[in-house]
């Protein structure tokens, strides 16, 4: 079965024999336990689809989800597309005054969330619940918003088809340089072109029936929805869904149900890495990991690949963006990554672009021509997924698009082989240096180190900072791991909590920059961000 309408998408699988399981049960259904079959899970989309049309929500009307993280902001979606609305998923981790802006700019008919989001509006000084016609609260009352008791038990509207270049859902962008971009897309460009590519039963990296599997994701963001499409209609024995980075909480879960195929954010494979080094860790079972929105780097790669107890466990990384979905991908291996202490870390190299989906060229940032291959330039890609538009950001949109190409903002090269060596963001960007590589390196030779992050500024050397258990250094194993490197400034200790981040666990650079020495300017120029 291949996935197309998201509003019956349930109703289609409910005969498959997946069976779901929750770290905690879903915010929209609290009383409803932690285990579900998909004929469960569609009969709540349809009760969803039931509260939305009492809210008040009309074909071709925008439903507004930001809510508590949970793998519901799925099914909310499923159900706004059956009623014929088109769903925006916004991040609950974004700022207050982040959301104010997205909403104005959607001009949502309903608003769906959770009082303790709208009460945050209210301590930092945006109303939420004004910037649409109607407000759901999800999990109690609040001033002016229906509460679920008024939406309940109302008659299940049929499934309202749309066309397949119409909207079919709303998503932002992570928003690491600021306020995120609104991407719509449609049916054909993420169901079509993405989820029904993943269907496909690819021996070692496709999804089996007899495979358990574990999402730990940040389910506002595009990737799920995508995922969510195509992994129902691949029907794997089990899910599991963990909707935080708690290790000691998570282990009691992934020990009970041990997955055999793994898709997380990159910050939660790194919070979760202690777990790879217990007796009986749970990943011993795995023989695949999958990480997309942001650089992985090697010391979290090779842990998990030690933990499995397959003989050939697989590391398949992904590069892409909201925008048009994923670009390129990589597979590593345990011998892959043997090698320490290398200058250029082989999780640069991103591989090559997806067969027939993808093409990409890398161009000079001032004139936009080509390059040769091997010099660095701006990515541009060439991909029949690429999103509709930017809502309320037009002309935006149309400066990242070059004739039919669309310019990612990434500064990269093409190897020999055709295969992409990512280095940075343009607006990210040091002369001569990658941060990204910079970061490698670090991480591979601080073995204290959770995370290291390398910043640019204008007229100095990079800032790096060290991300630790508890914000200290050692700086003796800090010379040491320098002592062949570029020039740096004395390095900042601090610990995961305090780094700004976004949704989806990325560094918010330009915020940290601000944080540690008062400046936002960078040595890039942020044109195509």
């Given amino acids: 079965m291949k996935p197309h309408d998201m509003g019956v998408l349930f109703d289609e699988c409910a005969g498959s024999g997946t069976t779901v399981h929750l770290d905690r049960p879903f915010d929209i259904a609290p009383d409803g336990g932690v285990e579900y079959g998909v004929a469960e899970l569609a009969a709540l989309v349809r009760d969803a689809a039931g509260w939305l049309a009492a809210a008040g929500t009309r074909p071709g009307d925008r439903v507004a989800i930001v809510k508590a993280n949970h793998w519901d902001y799925d099914l909310l979606a499923c159900a706004a597309v059956r009623v014929g609305a088109v769903p925006a998923q916004l991040s609950a981790h974004l700022s207050a005054e982040t959301l104010e802006v997205l909403l104005k700019r959607l001009e949502p008919a309903v608003l769906v969330t959770d009082v303790g989001v709208l009460e945050r509006g209210r301590v930092e000084g945006a109303d939420l619940g004004s910037f649409a016609r109607r407000v759901l609260a999800l999990d109690g009352s609040a001033p002016g918003a229906l509460t679920m008791d008024d939406v309940r038990g109302g008659p299940v509207p049929a499934p309202h088809r749309r066309a397949d270049y119409a909207p079919l859902i709303i998503h932002h962008t992570s928003g690491t340089t600021g306020v995120p971009k609104l991407v719509v897309h449609s049916t054909r460009t993420i169901i079509d072109k993405l989820a029904r590519f993943e269907t496909n039963r690819v021996p070692r990296i496709g999804v089996r029936t007899d495979d358990t599997l574990l999402n730990a994701s940040s389910y506002a963001h595009g990737r799920t929805f995508c995922w969510t499409a195509s992994v129902m209609c691949l029907a794997p024995r089990r899910i599991t869904f963990l909707t935080h980075q708690d290790p000691d909480r998570a282990d009691p879960l992934l020990r009970a149900h041990p997955p055999t195929v793994v898709e997380a954010l990159p910050a939660t494979f790194v919070r979760l890495q202690p777990l790879t080094e217990r007796l009986d860790n749970p990943f011993r079972r795995a023989r695949l990991f999958i990480s997309t929105y942001d650089a992985m780097h090697p010391p979290t790669i090779r842990a998990y690949l030690t933990a ?22 990589r597979f590593h291996t345990r011998r892959s990554l043997h090698s320490k202490y290398s200058r250029k870390p082989d999780t640069r190299n991103l591989g090559r672009p997806v067969p027939v989906k993808t093409r990409l060229r890398v161009v000079d940032p001032d004139t936009l021509r080509p390059v040769r291959r091997g010099q660095t330039g701006l990515i541009l890609t060439r991909t029949a997924a690429l999103c509709l538009d930017y809502v309320g950001e037009h002309e935006r949109y149309e400066a990242k ?31 001569d240096l990658s941060c990204l590589e910079l970061e490698d390196v670090l991480e591979d030779r601080l073995a204290a180190a959770d995370e290291c992050v390398v910043l640019g500024c204008p007229g100095v050397p990079p800032l790096p900072v060290v991300v630790t258990e508890d914000g200290s250094l050692d700086h003796a194993a800090w010379r040491r791991a320098t002592r062949d490197l570029p020039l740096l400034q004395d390095p900042v200790g601090l610990t995961w909590s305090e780094v700004p981040r976004t949704g989806t666990g990325k560094v918010r650079r330009y915020a940290l920059l601000e944080q540690l020495t008062g400046r936002t300017d960078t040595s890039g120029t942020g044109r195509w961000t």
Avoid: A
Wanted: proline residues 4%; positive net charge.
């Fill in 308 to 329: 499995s107890r397959r003989r050939s466990p697989l590391w398949m990384q992904g590069w892409g963006q909201t925008e048009t979905g994923p670009l390129t991908f």
């Fill in 401 to 431: 698009r070059v004739g039919k190409w669309w310019n990612t903002g990434d500064l990269g090269l093409r190897n020999r082989d055709g295969s992409v060596h990512l280095l940075d963001r343009e607006v990210d960007r040091i002369t």
